[in-house]
């Protein structure tokens, strides 16, 4: 759920990386933290385990630029992927605008990542939001392992929507930005839909 | 699924005017009003050095962790925290289901001023918050939001690097 600030001028809007454990939700906010002019973001929180496993949310504020005069600022969120974790997860994608789901490319992880779909979906649902109408790219992350699968083979598996999907091999950085601005440009093409 | 947020300027001031207030009477250092989702509304007293952004997105995480929390138990909500520090703390009150007022205070104050100045600003606060929900609704069912113009390239241009 967006909101529009016209006493600061300003426009935030909410977009959540989901995905199954370890399949690189908090590489890509590191990155994005790592590589984001400083006048631009704002401080990254984790709250992660002793072992740097995301235990509720990571969290970094993001600023874009200018439109008609209002600032536009995403508030970037991971949920923690661990299936039982799922409480949390739920109450991470309260008034979401945008997903974008971060599927683990490696062959093993297959049905990890269907599970985290099917889950991503439920708890859509319960948060009275359909998959097919919230604003909602891909990521094939870590496409740079040997042992990734074919990426016909994860479409077909992860993506029969055909929505918006991108490589990417987080830990470098390839990928990251691109999947970033997809979804933010469909988050804010929603609002000028919506505006209507 | 909640309709989308919107603060007017008259509002906001409205909102100043209640917090303000709300500073001196409960000697408060800070004041801030966040809502559920993260998203910080307004701000009072001494906050300059504090990530404003940081407290707002925590807080909501916070509140969020707790009603869920509430919810295992039986209960709908905790509205009211308190979190006691050694030289400062915080008062978190739920207003209006939706929205979250936070109180930072010293030993210039007392849990017992901050309770009961809090009550009352947040009954002033709810009124506001009413008022402002009816105004977006009428807003949005009559069609004027002002990104209803925005074009594809205005979309774009924000991409340029």
């Known amino acids: 759920m967006s909101f529009i600030n016209y006493s600061s001028r300003e426009i935030n809007c909410k977009i959540v990386y989901y995905g199954p454990g370890l399949c690189g939700k908090t590489t890509n906010l590191q990155w994005i933290y790592a590589k984001t002019n400083p006048d631009l973001k704002g401080k990254m929180i984790s709250l992660a385990t002793e072992t740097e496993r995301t235990l509720f949310f990571d969290f970094l504020p993001l600023s874009l630029g200018q439109i008609r005069g209002f600032k536009t600022r995403f508030h970037l969120y991971t949920v923690p992927g661990q299936v039982f974790y799922d409480a949390s997860r739920k109450l991470i994608l309260k008034g979401v605008d945008g997903v974008i789901f971060v599927a683990d490319s490696q062959i093993e992880r297959m049905e990890a990542n269907l599970e985290s779909m099917d889950n991503l979906r439920i708890n859509l649902k319960d948060q009275g939001y359909e998959l097919e109408k919230v604003p909602f790219v891909i990521q094939f992350n870590k496409r740079d392992l040997p042992n990734a699968a074919p990426l016909d083979e994860l479409r077909r598996a992860l993506n029969p929507l055909g929505v918006p999907d991108f490589e990417a091999s987080a830990h470098n950085g390839s990928g990251v930005f691109e999947t970033l601005k997809h979804v933010a440009k469909l988050v804010l093409s929603d609002l000028k839909r919506l505006g209507r | ?161």
């Open chain 2, 1 to 161: 699924m909640d309709s989308q947020m919107v603060m007017y300027e008259e509002d906001h001031k409205k909102i100043l005017v209640v917090i303000g207030r709300l500073v001196r009477e409960a000697n408060a250092k800070g004041i801030f009003v966040v809502d559920r989702n993260g998203q910080l509304i307004a701000e009072a007293g001494e906050v300059r050095g504090i990530d404003t952004t940081s407290l707002a997105s925590l807080t909501a995480g916070s509140i969020a962790a707790t009603g869920g929390l509430a919810k295992i138990i039986g209960e709908q909500d905790f509205p009211v925290h308190f979190h006691q520090g050694l030289k400062d703390s915080l008062h978190i009150t739920m207003v209006a289901g939706r929205w979250i007022l936070v109180v930072i205070f010293d030993e210039r104050s007392s849990l017992g001023l901050v309770r009961l100045r809090v009550k009352k600003a947040g009954a002033d606060m709810s009124k506001i918050f009413e008022d402002l929900a009816k105004k977006a609704d009428a807003e949005a069912a009559s069609g004027t939001s002002p990104f209803a113009e925005i074009t594809d390239d205005d979309i774009d241009n924000l991409f340029n690097d």
